[in-house]
């Protein structure tokens, strides 16, 4: 007669594969979130970064645009310089993870041609070993 039912060593087994599998998906899961979520503040800077300059462009308020980069956030605003900006138009934005800054943390648009008053500059966005590189030209051009 057979029984019916499985043994403890069967159930070990099974027991062990299920940790061994969760435990591998959970470190792939983490890897795909700090991307995606690396992937998502470039492209909230990216897209701060045309709004000032479509802002520039427009000569809205008769003057340069810019953003104002920080590790947590930014900030578009309204003026040639951060420090000599106009308060009143600034808009804050988030980013949802601290990153690591390389490159202008200021970029100013001119009114009417929206190109940088720097030159062509290349920023840097890297969180927990991952970068990501967004580019402006001396035209104004922004790719990442």
Same mark, same amino acid.
């Given at each position: 007669?057979?029984?019916?039912?499985?043994t403890l060593m069967e159930i070990v087994?099974?027991?062990?594969?299920?940790?061994?599998?969760?435990?591998?998906?959970?470190?792939?899961?983490?890897?795909?979130?700090?991307?995606?979520?690396?992937?998502?503040?470039?492209?909230?800077?990216?897209?701060?970064?045309?709004?000032?300059?479509?802002?520039?462009?427009?000569?809205?308020?008769?003057?340069?645009?810019?953003?104002?980069?920080?590790?947590?956030?930014?900030? /578009?605003?309204?003026?040639?310089?951060?420090?000599?900006?106009?308060?009143?138009?600034?808009?804050?934005?988030?980013?949802?993870?601290?990153?690591?800054?390389?490159?202008a943390s200021e970029i100013i648009f001119?009114?009417?041609?929206?190109?940088?008053?720097?030159?062509?500059?290349?920023?840097?966005?890297?969180?927990?070993?991952?970068?990501?590189?967004?580019? /402006?030209?001396?035209?104004?051009? /922004?790719?990442?």
């Open positions: 007669m057979f029984s019916r039912g499985f087994v099974v027991v062990a594969l299920v940790f061994i599998f969760s435990t591998l998906s959970f470190g792939t899961y983490k890897v795909f979130q700090f991307r995606s979520n690396l992937d998502t503040a470039v492209a909230n800077v990216f897209s701060a970064c045309r709004r000032a300059q479509a802002q520039a462009q427009a000569n809205l308020g008769d003057a340069p645009w810019g953003v104002k980069l920080q590790t947590s956030g930014g900030t /578009i605003f309204k003026g040639a310089s951060w420090s000599g900006r106009d308060t009143s138009a600034d808009e804050n934005f988030s980013l949802t993870l601290n990153l690591q800054l390389a490159g001119a009114k009417m041609t929206g190109w940088p008053l720097g030159g062509a500059t290349n920023l840097t966005l890297t969180f927990n070993n991952d970068s990501k590189q967004i580019n /402006i030209n001396s035209r104004g051009i /922004i790719s990442y």
